[in-house]
Nanobody, 125 residues
Framework: QVQLVESGGGLVQAGGSLRLSCAAS????????MGWFRQAPGKEREFVAT????????YYADSVKGRFTISRDNVKNTVYLQMNSLKPEDTAVYYC??????????????????WGQGTQVTVSS
């Protein structure tokens, strides 16, 4: 079992930045592919970014490419999402997710085994 705890959400003006953090409870954190998803009111949860266990491979949704950066610190058992040039359409609850299987990248909600409780990000225009 892996517990994931997100932090760093908040209210920011359009064009601003936020950094989300997700702390994991397991020491073998580097064995997990990690991802960030988001869910806006009335919409389905959608993929934002994912990073391989060692951090060498990252993938992004087209809507955030060039603005968001996913990274991880396997010593601190933490994954980050740096969000720059935020837009009102980025407003959502952001979820951290972990996948115990390694290998191919994972972009679907159903690919992930563990989820955090979510953190609200609100971008005002």
């Amino acid at each position: 079992q892996v517990q994931l705890v997100e932090s760093g959400g908040g209210l920011v003006q359009a064009g601003g930045s936020l950094r989300l953090s997700c702390a994991a409870s397991r020491r073998d954190f580097s064995m997990y592919t990690m991802g960030w998803f988001r869910q806006a009111p009335g919409k389905e949860r959608e993929f934002v970014a994912t990073i391989s266990g060692g951090g060498g491979r990252t993938y992004y949704a087209d809507s955030v490419k060039g603005r968001f950066t996913i990274s991880r610190d396997n010593v601190k058992n933490t994954v980050y999402l740096q969000m720059n040039s935020l837009k009102p359409e980025d407003t959502a609850v952001y979820y951290c997710a972990g996948r115990s299987a390694i290998g191919t990248p994972a972009f679907m909600v159903t690919d992930y085994d563990y989820w955090g409780q979510g953190t609200q990000v609100t971008v005002s225009s």
